[in-house]
């Protein structure tokens, strides 16, 4: 007769973190694949450049009065490298943030919740949303919106209190824990006899 030992519980997350994780690595995906796809928007991103320098104030240090087309071109390619560099280095902190929250961390949903949602931050694509309604391309303003979108959906799957919540998933058919024969065994063992007043032998007596 062999012994049982009962597997160890897995912790199950509840379904709403599991939808959370693919929305944000959806989101993760859909930002790179938006870093490359501005690439073949230069033309619309250098009117946009020189478009803000004009707004600028004459008194403004940052306007440039003599804004040469090769100084454009420097700063849209500067602008799409480092876009570009955002979303592949931000992208997979996001991924090891998802990794982590699927896993019962806490911690991890916050900070996926303070990427997404903080203004200042480049991660905060939950603003992107607003983007549908601008006046640029349409294949980059639906970008914008599916990036708000799904960043939104993390936000709010990652805010109910379900996804704060652990279900263990116990194996079917796993048995109760048994130490088998040997403890058995062990347990009817006859005690020895406790010794005689006199500190002789009980069998001696």
């Given at each position: ?35 490359v796809m ?105 970008m914008s ?61």
């Amino acid at each position: 007769m062999s012994d049982s030992v009962e597997a160890p519980d897995r912790v199950s997350p509840p379904r709403t973190v599991i939808l959370a994780f693919g929305a944000l690595v959806a989101n993760v995906a859909l930002s790179v694949v938006n870093a490359v796809m501005l690439w073949a928007f230069s033309d619309y991103l250098r009117g946009q450049f020189i478009k803000a320098n004009n707004k600028l104030k004459d008194t403004d240090k940052n306007k440039d009065k003599d804004y040469t087309l090769k100084e454009v071109n420097h700063d849209v390619h500067s602008f799409l490298t480092s876009h570009l560099v955002q979303a592949a280095v931000f992208g997979l902190a996001m991924v090891l943030f998802a990794i982590n929250f699927r896993r019962g961390k806490g911690w991890a949903r916050w900070f996926t919740v303070g990427l997404l949602v903080v203004p200042v931050l480049p991660t905060a694509s939950a603003w992107q949303l607003a983007g549908l309604g601008g006046n640029g391309p349409g294949l980059v303003r639906a970008m914008s919106a599916l990036l708000g979108l799904t960043a939104l959906t993390v936000v709010v799957l990652l805010m109910v209190p379900e996804s704060a919540r652990r279900r263990p998933a116990r194996t079917a058919g796993t048995a109760p824990r048994s130490e088998g024969p040997a403890a058995t065994a062990r347990g009817s063992r006859p005690s020895a006899p406790s010794p005689c007043r006199d500190g002789s032998s009980p069998r001696a007596a």
